[in-house]
């Protein structure tokens, strides 16, 4: 039973990981995506997208970090 508990923790640990990695990812991605648009609006600038960015990192290694992003679209009809 003992060895089937840390085999499942173990498990539970990596997917966790696993999963805080990607968010990371797509967290950094989605501020480079940004970034043009963000600068060109004067909402920010590269050094502090870039601190943003590395940031992203930090969270990361947090185990008990956690990620929640909504995707969705939306459909919306103009009124006559």
């Known amino acids: 039973m ?9 498990t539970w640990n990596g997917l966790r990981a696993a999963a805080r990695s990607e968010a990371v990812a797509d967290a950094q991605q989605s501020l480079k995506d940004l ?12 050094a502090e ?14 185990p008990d970090a956690m990620y929640l992003r909504c ?8 009124c006559s």
């Open 71 to 78: 995707r969705c679209e939306c459909v919306a009809r103009k």
């Open 35 to 46: 970034r043009r648009g963000l600068i060109d609006k004067g909402l920010t600038n590269n």
């Open 2 to 10: 003992d060895r089937l508990y840390r085999a499942t923790i173990n």
């Open 49 to 62: 997208i870039d601190e943003a960015i590395a940031a992203w990192e930090t969270w990361g290694r947090n």
